[in-house]
């Protein structure tokens, strides 16, 4: 979370004193009101046709999938370094994750994904990590190549945007995350976009088992088939339709931020900052640096601690790197058997052998990768004294 204050507060306070906590309702009772308005509001800011508010990035994520209608016999690419939910999203509708590298801009790389396309391959999700945009240019054009369908895994960059268009909306669909985490928050929220009227139908239905009865299904063309429960609520659109407002502000503190910082740094031989497909998009979230090996990186990571620079290896995040996605990599894709991906007939021929070695490079990219994180909080004096701070631990590392 960036920052929270009174407005959202206010806005809490607002949907308690209506009593209208659900998004549906009578107009009476505030049908209409928080959810279905930070929906609209948050379409016209990314400029996409459909936004429908869930609980969380994953949500949407499975959301996205169950629109395309993904499922058993069906692989899907997701990057090898990404959130453990973006593989999970594709088990979760029965269907099998292909792994695949990402290049030195910690994103999916573009010739790894041509190279994984197989017979069973139907959709590709890149990733947009750390507030960076993937390399879309490539990867649309590979999956159009391949009639792949794409649902671009935005969690991690509300807000980013790729030539000048926001990211999230250049896919079949996006997913977006507004966990405590991201740069909007809600403590857990998330939506699911599209600009394709039945794959909204379709998603709705997905994050609504029971959505036959209310008003927004009135008009839908899909048949209604079995969903879950994936409904946003008034009080976290409330908070997110003035987080909304504060978007603007918070990526500009980021960025003007970012810049600032990156032409104060003095990097020694062996370190550079990373590429990146579209600096102009990124959210500036945080600095990407790649080290010559991963030793140089380790150094230099000590240096900056010990300075007091907030500098971290996504070498050691944990679920965001496929070799500890356990679920995956010991094939257990499901509470039951029968429901469990990996053991289903219909997934015989796809490509399910996972090894935490598998991907070297992937591997090797992030052991030699360090990301500065940026903060709203920081003020310019901050800022140029951690610019100083992060110079002069560098320095020890050349
Ligand atoms: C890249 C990525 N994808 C998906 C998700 C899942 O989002 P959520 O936690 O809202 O389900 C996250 C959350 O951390 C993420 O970082």
């Not at 806005?11 to 930070?38: I, L, M």
């Not at 979760?92 to 069973?120: F, H, W």
């Not at 992937?362 to 901050?382: G, K, P, Q």
Request: aromatic share 6%; with cysteine.
């Amino acid at each position: 979370m960036y920052t929270m204050g009174t407005e959202e507060v206010d806005a809490v306070r607002r949907v308690a004193e209506r009593k209208q906590t659900f998004r549906y309702g009578s107009p009476a009772a505030g049908h209409g009101n928080e959810v279905v308005h930070f929906e609209q509001e948050w379409a016209a800011h990314i400029g996409v046709q459909h936004v429908l508010a869930t609980t969380s990035g994953t949500a949407s994520l499975i959301c996205a999938l169950a629109a395309f209608g993904i499922g058993p016999g069906d692989e899907v690419v997701v990057p090898g370094y990404t959130y453990i939910a973006t593989a999970l999203a594709v088990t979760n509708v029965g269907a099998i994750p292909v792994i695949v590298d990402v290049d030195e801009s910690c994103t999916m790389d573009p010739d790894a994904l041509e190279a994984a396309i197989g017979p069973r391959t139907r959709a590709v999700i890149p990733v947009h990590m750390q507030g960076m945009p993937c390399n879309l240019e490539r990867i649309l054009s590979i999956a159009k190549k391949h009639s792949l369908l794409v649902a671009e895994d935005s969690c991690q960059a509300v807000g980013g945007s790729y030539r000048g268009r926001h990211l999230g909306t250049w896919g079949d669909a996006g997913a977006f995350s507004f966990n405590h985490y991201k740069i909007l928050s809600a403590g857990e929220s998330g939506a699911f976009v599209t600009s394709n009227a039945r794959y909204y139908e379709r998603a709705f239905i997905q994050h609504d088992g029971g959505c036959s009865l209310w008003p927004e299904v009135v008009g839908m063309t899909e048949d209604i088939f079995g969903g879950g429960n994936f409904r946003s609520n008034e009080f976290a659109a409330a908070i997110l339709r003035e987080q909304l407002k504060r978007l603007p502000g918070i990526l500009d503190h980021l960025r003007s931020s970012k810049r600032a910082f990156v032409s104060g740094l003095e990097l020694p031989d062996g370190i550079r900052v990373a590429p990146m497909h579209d600096p102009e998009g990124d959210c500036g979230v945080q600095t990407l640096l790649t080290a010559e090996s991963a030793d140089v990186c380790r150094r230099a990571l000590e240096a900056l601690k010990t300075a007091g620079v907030p500098a971290v290896t996504p070498a050691d995040s944990g679920r965001h790197i496929y070799a500890n996605w356990q679920p995956i990599m010991n094939r257990r894709g499901a509470h039951h058997p029968a429901m469990d991906p990996f053991r289903m007939a219909e997934n015989a021929e796809c490509r399910s052998e996972y090894a935490p070695d598998m991907l070297p490079k992937t591997l090797d990219v992030l052991e030699r990768s360090i990301m500065i994180m940026h903060s709203t909080e920081w003020s310019s004096e901050d800022r140029e004294r951690l610019v100083e701070a992060a110079n002069t631990a560098l320095q020890t590392v050349a």
